[in-house]
């Protein structure tokens, strides 16, 4: 009966795209009607984008940095709704969940720079920035867009002027703050997938110097991957969201307090079982022969399955599901976050500010995720985060010599302490099977930028920053299997007639810890030339960087070998980018055609890749961090817009990118010179058309079609690990009625429109060469959705 659900639900799906295009047509035939003559070429210019990204409101036109910023108003009109919907519309990012917890769990790339995992030994390579403060963490980082001002994508390595220093580029969601003006708006989103959105804002103000400002949303959608012993739909979402500010301002002092309260849950990452591989060495083929009664090691099902009678059922092709569907039964998702932000600033005088931004955050995550995807007890993990974080960062910044100088100096502190527990269920390694990490990061700061127009119209840029970070990592096992000499109770090797199995009794906890410091000093240089008050071009050096840690994959330390000291918890090292940048601004025909160009080159080092790689003792494999080598990256961004009429706004963006390894350490070989690196697709590109018709009753109807497009992109740089998500395009539409004065807007929104099955992430462990499990599942993006959305100003 479910599936007849689902199938009914897809043609309810299809229905509603044919439905939402002839709403599109049948308007548009009416805002033509209401017009009193035929459109004719306007003068009327593009109007101009305000960017935070030197910390300075300043024209897009004039920052010498690529910068993509997407609007209020920009993010409505595509129905943007979360963090990953960016995927397809930002040159050279790349943007996908991790395959365990899904959706929630974000991995961001730019320009080939990111994070390959979610786990705490590694940083992100893309700094994730909530008005200013630093999110630290792959977990809840696909954040809902929520009252939001604007989003900025900063593409290249940022130092010299934000607080935590980012390798790969950054990502600033800017909320909308209080002001003096009262009011606010109410949205309401319906649609398919039982989608029912609610959002809101209320803006007072108390008095002259203070206002505040209450945000909340309560955002809920059914899964698209039918799960069948479940008989539920996994890759639901089900997020809220409150979110209370206050602006205080009386004279040159201001103070904005933030606090936020989040929770979302959900039935399981969208997940879907690809191959299986139930080779000789896998755990996949140790489960079918402990199942099927070959192997003669009754130890292992009664301690596999604690007393229970163990399944008679083999792991194999069964479980291979249609394209919406799964096996899966250990899975789900819940969240809980809290944060609060409080920014002070002193204007002393017009040339010097003084300003404080203290953040706390703390995050609760708790997922678990079915690797063998089927209904069988044996390949699966339950994974929690506890993520507490405080940051302080202190600034002075200002003008001189009437405007001629623009400088900022600051210190930046940053402490977290993060906790995970992981309990796995493997053959070979039963009941009692949990790994405790702990990371405490300290890193401290100090950073500067000066920006001086020497000459008329020629502007010179030199700044620097110094960081002093402090890894401290404890991890802990508490049972493996052991013999008597001291090798994994796995199995050792197999033969045509089966297993060569030890006899194996418990042992543990097995505990590794280290610290270890990282120093690095990184500068930027650059000069700008404002041709024309429309025309100005750039060039660029700067210097990224990303902290060492730890390896947390314990394994069990072999006297007699010296493999594995300090039980595997072994120090990487720190990772570099030098990136140079050439690029024009400009804006022509009497600025009704914007035209933007970025040409850059990186030269990457010490690239910290993760691998699985197989001990001999304690595990039959851990995943671990290297140091890999050397790699350049190098690309060009473009960005067009063109106002062909007053009401007619047509443009894209396309981004072409290659990367490749110069030089591979000799210790490495989970990576080949010729291996792609993870998340760098070679191209990536979008399309989109605005036709804002105004109508004679003082309306006015918004139609926007948007096209993104994104190449193939590889999950993990291991050639054991990776996954080759395929090319895909996506095609949105919605229109929207706004009645006179604004007040009210109804409207129409069709995501993925033309139905095209894509993938976020995946997950490999086919790879018998590294001891991996047998299996490779993906996560599934969400297939044709439409909504219509009803909004009220006040």
């Known amino acids: 009966m479910n599936r007849g659900i689902t199938k009914i639900n897809r043609h309810i799906v299809g229905v509603s795209r044919l439905a939402l295009a002839a709403t599109i047509v049948s308007l548009g035939g009416t805002a033509v009607h209401a017009q009193t003559k035929p459109a004719v070429i306007d003068s009327t210019s593009l109007g101009e984008i305000v960017v935070t990204a030197e910390r300075r409101k300043e024209n897009l036109q004039t920052t010498p940095i690529a910068v993509t910023s997407l609007s209020q108003q920009t993010l409505q009109a595509q129905g943007t709704t979360s963090l990953l919907d960016l995927n397809t519309r930002v040159p050279n990012l790349f943007v996908g969940g991790t395959g365990a917890a899904g959706r929630q769990a974000g991995t961001f790339y730019i320009r080939g720079i990111g994070v390959d995992t ?36 900063l593409r290249g390595p940022q130092g010299t002027l934000f607080g935590k220093n980012t390798i790969g580029g950054a990502i600033r969601y800017n909320t909308t703050k209080p002001s003096q003006d009262f009011g606010g708006k109410v949205e309401a989103n319906i649609g398919t997938m039982r989608r029912l959105d609610f959002r809101g804002s209320v803006n007072v103000p108390v008095t002259s110097d203070l206002a505040v400002r209450l945000s909340g949303a309560t955002l809920n959608q059914d899964g698209y991957i039918y799960d069948i012993p479940l008989k539920k739909n996994l890759g639901d979402d089900h997020n809220d969201f409150v ?25 399981g990452a969208p997940a879907h079982l ?41 792991y194999d092709s069964r479980y291979l599901a249609g394209p919406y569907e799964t096996y899966a039964t250990n899975v789900g998702y819940r969240m809980r976050g809290f944060g609060a932000n409080l ?41 929690s985060y506890r993520l507490p974080s405080f940051s302080q960062e202190v600034q002075a910044l200002g003008r001189l010599w009437d405007g001629r100088l623009h400088y900022i100096g600051g210190l930046y502190y940053y402490r977290e302490n993060a906790h995970a527990a992981v309990d ?50 404890t991890t802990t096992r508490t049972r493996v299997l052991l013999n008597a000499a001291g090798l994994a109770g796995t199995p050792e090797g197999a033969t045509a007639t089966g297993f060569t199995l030890p006899t194996a009794t418990r042992f543990g906890p097995i505990t590794g810890s280290g610290k270890a410091t990282y120093k690095n000093f990184s500068p930027k240089f650059a000069v700008k030339v404002q041709w024309t008050p429309n025309i100005m071009t750039y060039a660029s050096a700067s210097r990224g960087y990303r902290a060492g ?38 804006e022509l025909f009497d600025r009704r055609l914007r035209v933007n160009l970025s040409a850059f080159r990186s030269d990457y080092r010490g690239l910290q890749i993760s691998s699985s790689v197989i001990t001999g003792v304690g595990s039959a494999s851990f995943i671990k961090i290297d140091n890999v080598g050397k790699a350049r990256l190098k690309g060009l961004e473009g960005e067009v817009a063109f106002k062909v009429t007053r009401d007619l706004l047509v443009g894209g963006n396309f981004g072409i990118l290659d990367a490749k390894y110069l030089e591979i350490a000799p210790t490495v070989t989970a990576v080949r010179l010729d291996s792609p690196l993870a998340g760098a697709p070679k191209n990536t590109y979008s399309i989109y058309g605005t036709y804002n018709p105004k109508l004679a009753n003082g309306g006015d109807i918004a139609f926007n079609a948007d096209w993104g497009h994104t190449a193939a992109v590889y999950t993990a740089t291991s050639a054991a690990n990776a996954v080759r998500l395929p090319a895909y395009g996506l095609l949105s539409l919605s229109v929207f009625y706004n009645f006179p004065n604004h007040r009210y807007s109804v409207g129409v929104t069709g995501k993925n429109v033309l139905d095209k099955r894509y993938l976020i992430s995946a997950v490999s462990l086919i790879a018998v060469s590294a001891g991996n499990a047998g299996m490779q599942y993906t996560n599934v993006g969400r297939p044709a959705e439409v909504f219509g959305t009803f909004r009220v100003k006040f």
């Open 118 to 153: 979610d786990t705490l030994a590694k940083e992100p390579g893309v700094g994730l920035y909530i008005d200013d403060f630093y999110y630290g963490h792959t977990a809840g980082s696909l954040l809902s867009v929520i009252d939001v001002d604007s989003i900025e994508i």
């Open 243 to 267: 979110r209370g500010q206050a602006r205080y301002k009386s004279g040159g002092f201001l103070a904005d307090l933030s606090v936020d309260y989040s929770r979302s849950h959900n039935n």
């Open 274 to 314: 690809d191959i299986i591989n139930p080779s000789a060495t896998s755990s996949a083929a140790l489960y079918n022969k402990i199942v099927s009664g070959q192997a003669p090691v009754p130890f292992y099902a009664t301690q596999l399955y604690a007393g229970l009678t163990a399944p008679r059922d083999l």
């Open 343 to 383: 920014t002070m600033a002193y204007e002393v005088s017009d040339a010097v500010t003084f300003k404080s931004l203290t953040g706390y955050r703390r995050n609760r995550v708790f997922y678990r995720v079915d690797n063998d995807q089927s209904p069988l007890n044996w390949n699966g993990n339950n994974t």
């Open 424 to 473: 796995r269920m493997f053959p070979g390694e039963p009941d009692g099977n949990q790994q405790f990490d702990q990371v405490i990061t300290t890193s401290k700061a100090a950073f500067g930028q000066v920006d001086l127009e020497l000459i008329r119209n020629v502007t010179f840029t030199a700044g620097g920053r110094y960081s002093h970070d402090t890894k401290e990592a």
């Open 549 to 586: 840690g730890f390896n947390n994959g314990i394994a069990v330390f072999n006297p007699a070998t010296g493999a594995n000291p300090n039980n595997g918890i072994l120090p990487y090292g720190n990772e570099t980018d030098w990136s140079y940048e050439i690029g024009i601004r400009s």
